[in-house]
């Protein structure tokens, strides 16, 4: 059975991925292309159809995410704007890293194994975090902290306090009370586009860490943030391979049609959730998501293309394992909140 | 007009691109409407009322 061209058991199936996917995005504001692309390379998509789709993908959630976290006073335009300027700077160095690279014909292996280690590298240092911090909440900021405005000195990350010390001028005041010299902000900017450049990645798992970790503002915010910048990295890539025809229509729809109301719960749920409960979840997907790219490296270098059926498996469990346990906590949060009192009315 | 040409594979791009908008802003407008009509009875029915 098709609508619109389309068999009906794809559109379910891209419209439950989607659903998942948009989760992730609205609660960290991260895992879009780093979902979709491999599973739709696995689905046996080509390779130009699967970037530029999960691309476009991407760009439509960014939008539906981002609209969400504004109407929760989560987006700080001033340092995205900021952020876009820096990380454009970034990628474009890091592109000509990246070409210096495939001119000396080791491209493939540095980008592969630096994407491994950066992915592990992060997801260690969250985890560990969390795992230190564990129930005294001293991991990080709990994720309702942009709704009290001001930002505790205690919830600031060490690096990010000894960054916000540094006074050059001009000074910037960031949502959540927080000061930072706007050097600091094109450097941290600069350096994650470097990075994103150099891997050809969206970046949402690097910026989103370094927003918090960094510049020290507040884990919603730095989601919110993140997005805005994705709307804008997102649109213009996938224009430029629309331009082409590479984007299918038909695989973005349904993708979007369950990822907008994925993110809807995904952001509602970063003012339910504590992120000290979840932040480990995070990291162990970043670790799982390391071993994924491992493994599909592995596999293309002794020439077994199943390993990129492990590897995609193992990047949809760690994503169905966190989204999970998103959704699972935010219930949880709701039954100890208990009945609300009279004449209150739900979000 | 003006002597600039567009070439068909800008205005197909931008004609997709623009529809991937128009299908987000719909959704978010659509659900948000969702949420309004079901969301207390939803979350109701969490809190275990």
């Known amino acids: 059975m098709e609508l619109f061209g389309i068999a009906l058991s794809m559109l379910a199936m891209f419209s439950g991925f989607g659903l998942l996917i948009g989760l992730l995005f609205g609660f960290f504001g991260m895992g879009g292309s780093f979902l979709v692309t491999p599973a739709l390379l696995v689905m046996g998509y080509e390779t130009d159809v699967a970037v530029a789709s999960g691309l476009a993908f991407v760009f439509g959630t960014s939008v539906i995410a981002t609209l969400k976290h504004r109407d929760l006073g989560q987006v700080d335009y001033k340092l995205g704007v900021l952020m876009i300027a820096g990380t454009t700077a970034g990628i474009e160095v890091g592109k000509m890293g990246l070409h210096w690279l495939q001119d000396i014909g080791l491209a493939n292996t540095v980008v592969s194994v630096s994407y491994v280690f950066l992915l592990g590298a992060i997801g260690l240092f969250i985890t560990y975090n969390a795992v230190k911090g564990g129930d005294d909440d001293d991991g990080g900021v709990s994720h309702d902290a942009a709704d009290d405005g001001e930002l505790d000195a205690d919830d600031i990350p060490d690096i990010a306090k000894k960054i916000q010390s540094y006074r050059v001028p001009p000074m910037m005041k960031l949502r959540g009370g927080v000061r930072v010299s706007l050097w600091m902000i094109l450097a941290v900017a600069f350096l994650t586009g470097l990075l994103s450049g150099f891997l050809g990645v969206g970046g949402g798992f690097i910026r989103m860490p370094a927003l918090f970790y960094l510049i020290g503002v507040p884990v919603p915010v730095a989601v919110g943030t993140d997005l805005f910048e994705i709307v804008f990295s997102g649109g213009i890539g996938s224009f430029l391979y629309a331009i082409d025809g590479a984007v299918d229509l038909a695989i973005v729809a349904p993708l979007l049609a369950g990822s907008a109301l994925g993110a809807r719960m995904g952001a509602a749920a970063t003012s339910l959730v504590e992120e000290s409960e979840i932040k480990v979840y995070f990291g162990v997907m970043l670790l799982l998501g390391a071993i994924a790219v491992a493994v599909r490296e592995i596999g293309g270098v002794i020439e077994m293309p199943v390993l990129d059926v492990v590897s995609l498996a193992i990047i949809v469990g760690a994503a169905m394992l966190v989204s999970g346990a998103v959704v699972v906590s935010s219930i949880r949060e709701l039954r100890a909140q208990g009945p609300r009192p009279t004449g209150q009315t739900a979000d | ?49």
């Open chain 2, 1 to 49: 007009m003006f002597g600039i040409e567009v070439s068909q594979g800008v205005i197909d791009g931008a004609t997709l691109i623009g529809l991937v908008l128009v299908e987000a802003i719909v959704l978010y407008f659509g659900y948000g409407l969702l949420e309004k009509v079901l969301g207390p009875t939803v979350t109701d029915v969490l809190r275990g009322e």
